[in-house]
């Protein structure tokens, strides 16, 4: 099985929706590592490591958000894997 690490930056309506809890719960059902954060700019930062297929299908999901976000665009950049998260975390 392929291992796949991304860096995404999701722009939009995506801060006070509730999208990094959201996240993290899509994240723990796919099986995906990682962490999310707001941005000064008011985007969300996400990074997000495991199975490629799982990491792929939480890129998908981010490209629509929970109900109440609005995602005007994902911007989404490979990174080396480095397997050295267990779980997914919200950052301040």
Known sequence: MENLRVNMVIEGKVQGVWFRDSTRRQ?????VAGWGRNRPDGGVEVVAEGPSASV?????WCRKGPPMARVARVLVDEEPFHGDMRSFEVRL
């Open 56 to 60: 792929r299908r939480l890129v998908e």
């Open 27 to 31: 994240a723990e059902a796919l099986g």
